[in-house]
């Protein structure tokens, strides 16, 4: 449902149903996540953490 929201404002999305591939696309460069609950219960919390932290402050763009 977000999905087709986003896109309906001409945002673009990827959607990442494991947190693996979450965190490979934060790697890439994402520009903004929207995460459900049951993606940070366990360890998803502190792996997504570890993968924000490591980026590089100040903006990015995959323009």
Not at 9 to 31: F, K, M, S
Request: overall charge negative; charged content about 25%.
């Amino acid at each position: 449902m977000s999905t087709a929201v986003l896109a309906r404002a001409g945002i673009a999305t990827e959607v990442c149903p494991t947190l693996d591939e979450l965190v490979r696309e934060i790697d890439r460069g994402a520009g903004a996540l929207l995460v459900s609950e049951e993606m940070l219960s366990g360890d998803g919390a502190e792996a997504l953490a570890r993968a924000v932290s490591a980026q590089r402050p100040g903006p990015t763009c995959r323009c």
